[in-house]
Nanobody, 118 residues
């Protein structure tokens, strides 16, 4: 059974840092592109960062220079280091695994709340 579990969210002051982690089922991790998405109240879910199997990384413009995504294949874990946090970074952050063999399929974690106070 495929499982994704996020951790590391919490409350932080503006300018602070948080490190999110997502533990992923080994059955799909190595074959999946991993991403972090977030959803703020009243807004649609948006892609924050994505890292491919080979390590290719893309970021949303709003987080470039502040966030870093990485993956540890041995631990089947993807992380999101978030620095210089802003209040508009507040939202629920979701880990996503896209498994694309013949037909793409997305797996999602339960989400972890990130709240940045001003």
């Amino acid at each position: 059974q495929v499982q994704l579990e996020e951790s590391g969210g919490g409350l932080v002051q503006a300018g602070g840092s948080l490190r999110l982690s997502c533990a992923v089922s080994r059955s799909i991790f190595s074959l999946s592109t991993m991403g972090w998405h977030r959803q703020a109240p009243g807004k649609q879910r948006e892609l924050v960062a994505v890292i491919s199997n080979s390590g290719t990384i893309n970021y949303a413009d709003s987080v470039k220079g502040r966030f870093t995504i990485s993956r540890d294949n041995a631990k089947a874990t993807v992380t999101l280091q978030m620095n210089s946090l802003r209040p508009d970074d507040t939202g629920v952050y979701y880990c996503n695994a896209r498994y694309s063999i013949f037909s793409p399929r997305d797996y999602w974690g339960q989400g972890t709340q990130v709240t940045v106070s001003s």
